[in-house]
T-cell receptor, first 110, second 117 residues
């Protein structure tokens, strides 16, 4: 059974800092891994998708890496801004089912 | 449509009542998913449809929960005899389906927040 763990559960950083969010999964037989952002009371917004054959994806200040063999992914956020404050969710797809981690709640202080 | 649409956005009901939550997926997406998200938790898988059939309903918590997708597009999640523990945000997602690595990229709706008093 696939299990997804995200560390840390919460993170508070000053504006401008670079930061890394971690995601680990137990079953390396995945099709893809997605990072989502969720603002309070809102739905999920897809940030980055990494296919199983890829090792990283970049979008603006965001960079996500994937190491299937070790069951790990990281989301790197450069030069953090207060607007980046949200919950970041990692989700792993194996076949038809997508399993989520519990998320990392990020607060960027101005 | 342009995105996944869920109605109602908010539903408050009394314990023991029956509730229906509706999801209208992106046009052309054959796969549809229901998830439940409790406060402070990640979304929890409930059920997956490929076309009209429920391909995997292993996440439904008990027989009070049921979902249909009669024409392979709109889906309805039905909850009978609601309990306070059913209070959560119910999220719907859709994708093109299939087993290829790019086919199950999920697009989520804004969710339906259910509160059982």
């Amino acid at each position: 059974k696939q299990e997804v763990t995200q560390i840390p559960a919460a993170l508070s950083v000053p504006e401008g800092e670079n930061l890394v969010l971690n995601c680990s999964f137990t079953d390396s037989a995945i099709y893809n891994l997605q990072w989502f952002r969720q603002d309070p009371g809102k739905g999920l917004t897809s940030l980055l998708l990494i296919q199983s054959s890829q090792r990283e994806q970049t979008s603006g200040r965001l960079n996500a890496s994937l190491d299937k063999s070790s069951g790990r992914s990281t989301l790197y956020i450069a030069a953090s801004q207060p607007g980046d404050s949200a919950t970041y969710l990692c989700a792993v797809s194996s076949g038809f089912k997508t399993i989520f981690g519990a998320g990392t709640r990020l607060f960027v202080k101005a | 449509g342009a995105g996944v649409s869920q109605t109602p956005s908010n539903k408050v009901t009394e314990k023991g009542k029956y509730v229906e939550l509706r999801c209208d997926p992106i046009s052309g997406h054959t796969a549809l998913y229901w998830y439940r998200q409790s406060l402070g938790q990640g979304p929890e898988f409930l059920i997956y449809f490929q076309g009209t059939g429920a391909a995997d309903d292993s996440g439904l918590p008990n027989d009070r929960f049921f979902a249909v997708r009669p024409e392979g597009s709109v889906s309805t999640l039905k909850i009978q005899r609601t309990e306070r523990g059913d209070s959560a945000v119910y999220l719907c997602a859709s994708s093109f389906g299939g087993r290829s690595s790019g086919a199950n990229v999920l697009t989520f709706g804004a969710g339906s927040r259910l509160t059982v008093l």
